[in-house]
């Protein structure tokens, strides 16, 4: 279940991402980005950005789970969610 919060981190260009989550990050003080395998390289640039623009605090979680490909075959896929706070 997605929150107001949260931020997707998909296949658009990153600076989008930047905006949304500097959006996100001014108005509620608290932004989340999550993403999935190679997706994450994207995620840890946007907080990167933010560190550097912001005083921000922040907390890194890491998951994998098993996504059933076909009949017979899983894969694994990495999750992250990073939960941004803005330091005042």
């Known amino acids: 279940m997605s929150s107001?919060?949260?931020?997707l981190i998909g296949r658009k260009e990153i600076f989008f991402y930047v905006l949304v989550a500097e959006d996100?990050?001014?108005?509620?003080?608290?932004?989340?980005?999550?993403?999935?395998?190679?997706?994450i390289v994207k995620?840890?640039?946007?907080?990167?950005i933010l560190k550097r623009k912001y005083s921000v605090s922040y907390?890194?979680?890491?998951?994998s789970e098993?996504?059933?490909i076909s009949d017979d075959k899983e894969k694994r896929i990495s999750n992250i969610t990073i939960t941004i706070k803005l330091v005042k």
Do not use: H, S
Not at 24 to 39: D, P
């Open 43 to 48: 995620a840890i640039d946007v907080l990167e």
């Open 24 to 39: 996100r990050l001014l108005r509620y003080n608290e932004v989340i980005l999550r993403a999935r395998g190679k997706l």
């Open 4 to 7: 107001v919060k949260e931020v």
């Open 59 to 63: 907390t890194i979680e890491t998951d």
């Open 66 to 68: 098993n996504i059933k």
